[in-house]
C-alpha cells in the first residue's frame, strides 16, 4: 500500500487523488506524509516529490527546446502553449523543493556582536590618519625637575 502512495506521489498525483486511488480517506494519507506518527513514510514521500520536481524540470528543458512550427500562427500558438508548460512547472516545482527551484533567495546571518576588521582595513586606516612614526628610532628623553637655588641671600 506504501509502495502504491509513493509511486503515485513520484508522478505528481495529489494527496486527495491518491486517497482516491488507494480507498482510504484524504486524512489518513495526510497522517502518513504529513504526521509525526510514520517518520520513515514521511521521508520516503518528501523524496518521492523530489523525484517529481526533478523530472519536471527535466521536461521543462525538454518543452523549451521542442522546434517550432513553420507556420507564423501555429509558432506563435505552440509557444504560448509551451510558455505555460513551463511557467506551470515552473511553479510547482518551486513549491515542491523551494530551496532548488524557488524564487526567493533566504540569507541566515548570525552576528556575534563582535567586528573584524582585516589586516588590510586596518592599514588603510592607520595611513589615512597621517604618517606613521617609528618611535622607537626617536630619542629618549629624561624628564627632570629644575631646582632653583639661590647663592647670595
Do not use: C, F
Not at 114 to 130: D, W
Request: charged share 30%.
Amino acid at each position: 500500500m506504501i509502495e502504491q502512495l509513493l509511486d503515485l506521489a513520484s508522478i505528481g498525483t495529489g494527496r486527495v487523488e491518491i486517497a482516491k486511488e488507494m480507498g482510504v480517506s484524504r486524512m489518513t494519507i495526510a497522517r502518513w506524509v504529513v504526521g509525526k506518527e510514520y517518520p520513515e513514510i514521511k521521508e520516503a514521500y518528501l523524496d518521492a516529490k523530489r523525484a517529481y520536481a526533478e523530472d519536471l524540470a527535466e521536461r521543462l528543458v525538454q518543452e523549451a527546446s521542442q522546434p517550432l512550427h513553420e507556420d507564423p500562427k501555429l509558432a506563435n500558438a505552440a509557444v504560448a502553449r509551451s510558455r505555460l508548460i513551463v511557467e506551470t512547472s515552473k511553479w510547482i516545482a518551486a513549491r515542491l523543493l523551494p530551496k532548488v527551484y524557488g524564487d526567493n533567495l533566504h540569507i541566515q546571518h548570525a552576528h556575534s556582536g563582535e567586528i573584524k576588521i582585516s589586516p588590510l582595513a586596518q592599514l588603510r586606516q592607520l595611513e589615512s590618519k597621517g604618517p606613521i612614526v617609528d618611535i622607537s628610532k626617536q630619542p629618549k628623553v629624561i624628564e627632570a625637575e629644575t631646582v632653583n637655588e639661590d647663592k647670595g641671600e
